[in-house]
T-cell receptor, first 114, second 116 residues
Framework: DTAVSQTPKYLVTQMGNDKSIKCEQNLGHDTMYWYKQDSKKFLKIMFS???????INETVPNRFSPKSPDKAHLNLHINSLELGDSAVYFC?????????????FGQGTRLTVV | GDSVTQMEGPVTLSEEAFLTINCTYT??????LFWYVQYPGEGLQLLLK?????DKGSNKGFEATYRKETTSFHLEKGSVQVSDSAVYFC???????????????FGAGTRLAVHP
């Protein structure tokens, strides 16, 4: 029973295309995140949503647009894909409040732009 | 801003050797500290955490102690196994400065390879 699931796991697409990655969590958490892992394995937060509201928006190109239809889902849409967008994108979720709680990560989506 | 620095890899060890992966941090407040592990082809899993100074996190034989005086959170294991081969990430989170949300700041990751 997967806690945080992302689809697709692999995505190969051409430059200029628009693509979406979907994420769902069944942990009942109220906060979800997108992280980007580059080719050197470096991980950086991109966005965070709490109860469908955008709360963290790091310096990310406008071509990236997250959408949260409900607190269990956070999708990432990318317009006009560029070669530099090739990376592994991880979705995560956690519960806000109190001491820091564990963030649960999905398996990742490996995006390759050719 | 806050940051995490961890030793560069890869770290190559023989089975049953002692493991240390160094991690130091810079933070404005009093963050919580984490070690995450990423096995080949998989997502990140929390390995252990510590939420205040002098706390020791431990799991699966791994340990790390939150040292405020040296701003460090080094990962150790007394006897590594081949199955421990993975990439290990040190991370911090300080909800005080991120509106109560778990914004993780990661180190660059250290690849560990254990040979029989």
């Amino acid at each position: 029973d997967t806690a945080v699931s992302q689809t697709p796991k692999y995505l190969v697409t051409q430059m200029g295309n628009d693509k979406s990655i979907k994420c769902e969590q069944n942990l009942g958490h109220d906060t979800m995140y997108w992280y980007k892992q580059d080719s050197k394995k470096f991980l950086k937060i991109m966005f965070s949503y709490n109860n469908k509201e955008l709360i963290i928006n790091e310096t990310v190109p406008n071509r990236f647009s997250p959408k949260s239809p409900d607190k269990a889902h956070l999708n990432l849409h990318i317009n006009s894909l560029e070669l530099g967008d090739s990376a592994v994108y991880f979705c995560a979720s956690s519960q806000r409040g109190g001491l820091v709680t564990e963030a649960f990560f999905g398996q990742g989506t490996r995006l390759t732009v050719v | 801003g806050d940051s995490v620095t961890q030793m560069e890899g890869p770290v190559t060890l023989s089975e049953e050797a002692f493991l240390t992966i160094n991690c130091t941090y810079t933070a404005t407040g009093y963050p919580s500290l984490f070690w995450y592990v990423q096995y080949p082809g998989e997502g990140l899993q929390l390995l252990l955490k510590a939420t205040k100074a002098d706390d020791k996190g431990s799991n699966k034989g791994f340990e790390a102690t939150y040292r405020k005086e040296t701003t460090s959170f080094h990962l150790e294991k007394g006897s590594v196994q081949v199955s421990d081969s993975a990439v290990y990430f040190c991370a911090l989170s300080d909800p005080t400065f991120s509106g109560g949300y778990n914004k993780l700041i990661f180190g660059a990751g250290t690849r560990l390879a254990v040979h029989p």
